[in-house]
């Protein structure tokens, strides 16, 4: 339990006036707050709950009493040791310094960890008939190229060609033109652009607008199964866990359009070896996709791959859910937390 407010002794000297007077500049009375004094296991959970009470954010505060409730819990539960923890934290300040621009050291983290997959299945549920979100993975950049419809994302010789194409509506199959369309995938080595020591610029990604009969197409590489990155302390960590690397290949997208949420997901070509045990957690069965070939010179010359190659072809539509269907649903993915 927390102990008894009770003032000190000392309250009235000059400095204690002095402390107390600056820290009512920050709105806080300090003969008010709860002596915190010989902590220990039985007493410290209750008394940084109680430090924390004043916290004038309700939802801060209530975030902050479960975190803390959690992990003094795990630290009781699993009677961590003092070099356990301070490894733990060496971690967190290893991975820190893998972050920069283009990369997010704590995305990944977040993602072969199981959260973001949790995170993402409570907060952007889909009503029935919307495209399923899924998660945004580290590797989206700012700096995408601009493109138009029927344009490759990728440079030549960067994989195998795919033609993507559909249409981006509402659940109800109304077009949703000008729809401000992401989309960033490997190249045929299993690489995001990202991960080239010499990127000079943006390759495998780009983004686009749906017309004006909300149909979009673009070209692009066949995605390929690529390890998480191992050269950083979270490929390590799972690694260490026993656990293969792998995230089977995808594509991400991520469409933005007014008056609808935005929807951030991936398409999965069916059949590849790591689709049931993704690294990340992030496929879901009605995003897997199925790859067509297609050997018709002339569709090829007309699409613009060189030489009218063969490519795959991905069609998929886009469907997006207004708030008031994407809150309904989401009505139902959240437990019912009781917000004190
Ligand atoms: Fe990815």
Redesign the pocket.
Known sequence: MASKITAPADYKTEMMLEANRRAHEHGIDLSKLPQLLDMNADTITDNVHSINANCPDDRMKFVFKHLIQHLHDFVRETSITTEEWMSALEFLKDTGKMCSDIRHEYILLSDVLGVSSLVDSLNHAKPPGATEACVL?P?YTEDAHVFQNGDSIASEDKGDYMYVYGKVTDTSGKPIPGAIIDTWE?DGHGLYDTQYADRAEPDCRGRLFSAEDGSYAFRAVVPVSYPIPSDGPVGKMVSALGRHVF?PA?L?MQVDAQGYEKLTT?FYPRGDPYLYSDAVFGVHSSLIVDLQPVTDKELSLKRGFKDGKPHMELKRDLILATPEEGLAARKKSMPAVKQE
């Open positions: 993975g590797f490997t995230r995808h991400h991936a």
